[in-house]
């Protein structure tokens, strides 16, 4: 796929998450523009160009309602991704913007954290590349090329993780089938 061709995402931030989704955005074959901290005119001047989507993760709240604010009012819906702590914001932002996807940091690394504990004993055998921040839904793909399915799971699973990692698995399944 040429670089021309290639869907482009605008990441909004400055926080280690935000270079770790450029990072796989372009693992995924997506071009990038990343903005650490920009102003409305630079947003503006991006936009003016063809883009897939654009994801926000800020450490403020306000930031982000704002980010995502002005990214709608200059390209009205455009596929939107951002993260918000307080779920009251999530809830009014959704009601403004229905094209925004509404995560909180929580909901994105309590799965990670689950699979790393679960599937720690596997990774000593696992290639390096497959080491890659163990984020969401992206850890279990790899688990699974590396034949570790649901008989090898329960096997080494205690009954202190066993239910949130069989939560984990199903909702990693269920997204890597959609996704």
């Known amino acids: 796929m040429s670089p021309e061709s290639r869907p482009t995402?605008?990441?909004i931030g400055d926080l280690e998450a935000t270079r770790l989704t450029c990072e796989l955005l372009r693992q995924d074959g997506r071009a990038t523009v990343h903005l650490a901290a920009p102003t409305d005119r630079q947003i503006a001047e991006v936009l003016g160009s063809?883009?897939?989507s654009v994801v926000v993760i800020v450490h403020s709240d306000v930031q982000a309602l704002r980010y995502v604010?002005?990214?709608e009012h200059l390209q009205p819906g455009i596929r939107l991704v951002t993260?918000?702590?307080d779920r009251t914001v999530a809830e009014q932002l959704l009601r403004v913007v229905p094209n925004c996807t509404v995560t909180s940091p929580a909901n994105i690394s309590a799965p990670a954290i689950v699979a790393a504990q679960v599937f720690?004993?596997?990774a000593a055998d696992m290639p390096a590349h497959d080491?890659?921040?163990v984020m969401g839904t992206w850890a279990m793909p790899a688990w699974r090329r590396h034949g570790l399915g649901r008989q090898r799971r329960e096997e080494r699973r205690g009954p202190a993780v066993g239910e949130c990692a069989e939560a984990t698995a199903q909702a990693a399944g269920a997204a890597a089938e959609t996704g």
């Open 69 to 71: 604010l002005v990214v």
């Open 9 to 11: 995402t605008l990441v």
């Open 50 to 52: 063809p883009m897939h």
């Open 131 to 133: 080491h890659v921040a």
């Open 120 to 122: 720690a004993p596997y």
């Open 83 to 85: 993260t918000v702590f």
